[in-house]
């Protein structure tokens, strides 16, 4: 019951239990989907772990060439959260 | 043949009749080459989240294309030796293009959030 004031932090990569591309194939995992990476990328920028992303060894592999893919053609930033939109 | 999807970034200051000649030069190059167009998207100008080329700012084009490999090759030079070509970039697409498939958008993300708040009730429990 103590944990009310980390509620906020933990907000952020939101803890969720299992791979949310697993659960729901209608996701496709585009490196042009900037809104969908951007969940996947810390606020440096960095690409979120999978341990705490959740996601499975499949999909993280995925998200992160998509991220890269991303940065080398100017859609989200390499060093913060910034994206075209 | 295979489909390519390449991403190229005008630079900003190239507007009006001049970036239609750009586009248009650059779908000739295409059609000399025998590729096939599938689909031509003008994101417009945007700004950056880096510095490219020193501009802030830059207009993204995407072009989907069926072509042999020597293809990209060519199309690659041409637009390297462009100065009003700041940045491109070619992806293989291994499954070809599926037109039909919808655009992810806000949908997605309001998702997100939902579930993000559903899950934090739940680990305050």
Redesign the interface.
Known sequence: MGFDNKGVARRRFGRRKGCRFCADSEIKIDYKDVRTLKYFVSERGKIVPRRISGNCAIHQRKITEAIKRARNIALISFTSKRTIE | MRTYET?F?IRPQIAGDEYTALLGKYKQILADENAEILRCQEWGT?????I?KKQDQ?T?V?INFNAGNTVVKEFERRMRIDDAIM???T?LLENGLDLN?PE???Q??ED?LD??DS??DE??D
């Open positions: 991403i970034i945007k700004r950056l989240p880096y490219v830059g993204f995407l940045q491109f970039q992806v498939a992810s958008a806000a997605t993300a997100d579930e993000d899950e934090q680990e305050q």
